[in-house]
C-alpha cells in the first residue's frame, strides 16, 4: 500500500481510533473554525460553506463553533439554514470562552493568511493544536512563517503559494497543495428560487452561460460604509475596464450568433452588478441583446450555485463562481490578472490550464473567446474536463480531511 493509499484512509482510521477519547470525555471535539472574512461576495460565503460541508460529508463528528468577521447580507442565515448545530460567536467573551474550551483550531480558506494574528494567539494564549486549509500566501513575515510552521498541517491552495511558503522557511510537517474549501459545496441549493428566476428571465436549463465582470481592483468605497475612495485604485479599474472586459464581450457575442444558447451576465460581490450592465451589456449589437439577460441584484451562494447547475458553463474575471461550478461538474473559464492573488494557479493545479487566462499576456487574448465558445458547442467534451478536475479535487479533499480527523482524534485525546 502507497503513502496516498495510507493517508486516503487514514481518516477512517483516525475516527475508530479517536472513539475512546470521546467516551473518555464525555463528549464530541470541539472546533473553533476561523472564517468568515466578509458577506458582500459569495465566494468568502463559499469559503465557510463548503468547509462545514467538507466536515459533514467526510464525517467529522464534531461541535463547531464559528468565529466569523463578517456574517451580514444573509450569511448568517445561510449558515444555520444548512448546518443548525453550528454555534456562531456573538462576541469577544464567545471568543474567549472558545479558547478555553475548544481542542483545535481550523483557520479556512481565504486571500492569504487571513487571521494569521488570530492563530498565533491561540497557539501562544493556548499551546493547542491548529491547521490551516486551503489559503494563498504571498506576503510571508516572521510571525506567518513561525505560525505556520507549528500547525498540524498547512494546505496551500495553489502550487504558487506553496512554494512561496517554502522559499519563505516554513517547515510545518504536513505542508501541501490543497484546493479551496470553496471546491467542497456540493448539497447547497437554492432550486425554487434559481427556478423562479430563470423563468421569469426566459432562460431554458441547459441552454445559457453564465458570465461575471470584475474590477482590477474592488472599489469596496461604494458598497462598504466609512471605507474611504481609493484614487489610485479607481484609476487603474478604469484604465482597464474595457480591456479587461473586450474578450467576454466577443465571446457573449460569438455564443449568441453561432449557437441557440444566451447568456446571463451576473455577479459574485455587489459591486459587480453595475459594471456587468455597463460594460458587457450596454455595448452589445441589438440581436445580441435579445438574447442576454442582467442580473441587476445581488444573490447569496445557494441561489446562485442552483442557476449555475442548469447553466452549460461560466466564464469571467472571477474565481469562486468557477470553483462552485467544478465542484458540481460544470466547465468554467477563468481570467486573472497580476492585482489579483495567485489563487487563478489552482486552475493549473487541477488539469484546467487551458481555461486559464492571465490577462497581463497580450498572447492570451485572442485564446479567451474560443475556449469559451467551444463550451457551448461542445457541452459533452466540456463537461467531462471538468470532471476530470473534480476527480482530482476529491481525491485531495478525502485525504486532507482524513488527515484533520487524525489531527482532532489526537486533541481531544489529550483534552
Known amino acids: ?21 470521546y467516551a473518555e470525555t464525555g463528549r464530541l471535539p470541539r472546533i473553533l473554525l476561523r472564517n468568515g472574512w466578509q458577506s458582500i461576495n459569495i465566494g468568502d460565503i463559499a469559503h465557510q460553506l463548503g468547509i462545514l460541508e467538507l466536515l459533514q460529508k467526510h464525517g467529522i463528528k464534531a461541535e463547531i463553533r464559528f468565529w466569523a468577521s463578517n456574517l451580514e447580507n444573509g450569511a448568517d442565515e445561510l449558515v444555520l439554514k444548512q448546518f443548525p448545530d453550528v454555534i456562531i460567536l456573538k462576541g469577544q467573551a464567545d471568543i474567549d470562552k472558545a479558547f478555553q474550551e475548544c481542542d483545535f483550531l481550523l483557520h479556512g480558506s481565504g ?21 490551516v486549509y486551503g ?34 522557511g516554513v517547515k510545518c510537517p504536513i505542508m501541501a497543495f490543497g484546493p479551496d474549501a470553496a471546491f467542497g459545496i456540493v448539497k447547497l441549493r437554492n432550486d425554487e428560487a434559481a427556478s423562479a428566476f430563470l423563468k421569469a428571465n426566459n432562460l431554458e436549463e441547459g441552454k445559457f452561460l453564465c458570465c461575471i465582470p470584475r474590477y482590477r481592483w474592488t472599489p469596496f468605497w461604494t458598497v462598504k460604509k466609512g471605507r474611504e475612495f481609493d484614487a489610485v485604485k479607481n484609476a487603474r479599474n478604469q484604465e482597464m475596464k474595457e480591456h479587461d472586459h473586450a474578450q467576454l464581450r466577443e465571446a457573449i457575442i ?5 449557437t441557440d444558447c444566451k447568456v446571463l451576465v451576473c455577479c459574485e460581490d455587489q459591486t459587480q452588478i453595475a459594471l456587468g450592465k455597463e460594460i458587457l451589456v450596454d455595448p452589445l449589437p441589438d440581436d445580441v441583446k435579445a438574447k442576454v439577460v442582467w442580473r441587476d441584484k445581488y444573490w447569496l451562494t445557494d441561489e446562485a450555485l442552483s442557476v449555475y447547475t442548469k447553466s452549460l458553463g461560466l466564464f469571467g474575471n472571477e474565481m469562486h463562481s468557477p470553483i462552485m461550478c467544478i465542484a458540481n461538474g460544470i466547465p468554467a473559464v477563468v481570467c486573472r490578472w497580476q492585482e489579483q492573488t495567485t489563487k487563478g494557479y489552482m486552475w493549473r493545479d487541477i488539469g484546467l490550464n487551458d481555461w486559464l487566462f492571465t490577462l497581463d499576456n497580450e498572447d492570451e487574448m485572442p485564446k479567451i473567446a474560443p475556449a469559451i465558445v467551444a463550451i457551448a458547442k461542445d457541452p459533452a467534451a466540456a463537461k467531462a474536463k471538468a470532471a476530470q478536475a473534480r476527480d482530482v479535487v476529491l481525491k485531495l479533499q478525502k485525504e486532507h480531511l482524513g488527515v484533520l480527523a487524525d489531527s482532532l482524534s489526537k486533541a481531544t485525546a489529550k483534552a
Open 1 to 21: 500500500m502507497n503513502r496516498r493509499t495510507l493517508l486516503q484512509n487514514s481518516f477512517l482510521t483516525a475516527l475508530a481510533a479517536a472513539l475512546p477519547a
Open 111 to 131: 486571500s492569504g493568511f487571513v487571521a494569521q494574528k488570530h492563530v498565533a494567539e491561540w497557539r501562544k494564549k493556548t499551546g493547542k493544536p491548529y491547521g
Open 135 to 168: 489559503i494563498s500566501y504571498f506576503t510571508p513575515n516572521q510571525e506567518g512563517i513561525e505560525t505556520l510552521t507549528h500547525a498540524n498541517f498547512v494546505y496551500f491552495r495553489e502550487s504558487v503559494s506553496l512554494k512561496v511558503a517554502q522559499d519563505a
Open 254 to 258: 460569438r455564443i449568441t450568433r453561432e
